[in-house]
């Protein structure tokens, strides 16, 4: 069975980084637009690691106590025994825990990821082909341009108007179609009047 993509808030929530390597650093780097708290532990810690002024380091080794009251773990050690010992003390509390390139033994795992203000999209392939999920995301990062960026602005902008002015739920969705409309055909100069003429006629 695939993985179901949540979307979950991880701002201000404690993220702990098992491992001070090139992957522990590619990790950190995909979480810190989220801004979780991200704490690395390691004895030895890469130098571009250590220059990320919004992660905690501790350099030292892990210690079971590390991982308390953490939201989720991410196990990258080059130690595959201790990526076990962690993953069995993440699973006995409940603590989502993903284990680097060790599919078994991850509660999570990491989608290839397409992120442009806004618009966040995940593309996974349940961990079988972690090299067409990049080809995947090659191919959406060239459609999130300026205009997506837009178009999500304006659709915002209405949203609280549409839902209270419109009671019809059909006809919510017709006036956010009709609005996506004038997007697609001239986003960058998108009359109000225009749009507040569709959400009165909708009422």
Do not use: W
């Not at 002024?53 to 196990?75: G, P, Q, Y």
């Not at 999209?121 to 080809?135: D, E, Q």
């Amino acid at each position: 069975m695939g993985y179901f993509p949540f979307y979950i808030d991880i701002e201000n929530k404690k993220c702990l980084v098992a491992g001070g390597g090139i992957v522990a650093l590619r990790k950190v780097r995909k979480l810190l637009p989220f801004r979780p708290q991200i704490t690395v532990v390691a004895d030895r810690i890469c130098d571009e690691l250590n220059k990320i002024k919004e992660v905690k380091i501790l350099n030292r080794k892990f210690k079971d106590t590390d991982i308390d009251d953490a939201f989720m773990v991410i196990s990258a050690t080059d130690d595959n025994k201790l990526n076990t010992h962690i993953f069995e003390l993440c699973k006995s509390k409940n603590i989502l825990i993903n284990t680097v390139d060790d599919k078994e033994k991850c509660g999570f795992i990491f989608p290839a990821l397409v992120k442009r203000n806004n618009v966040t999209v995940g593309i996974s392939t349940s961990g079988k082909s972690p090299l067409y999920c990049k080809a995947l995301r090659k191919k959406i990062e060239k459609s999130l341009d300026e205009k997506c960026d837009k178009t999500v602005e304006i659709l915002s902008k209405y949203r609280v108007c549409i839902k209270s002015e419109i009671k019809s739920e059909e006809n919510r969705k017709k006036a956010f179609e009709r609005i996506l409309e004038i997007c697609g055909e001239n986003y960058d100069k998108v009359d109000e009047k225009q749009i507040l003429k569709i959400i009165e006629e909708l009422k």
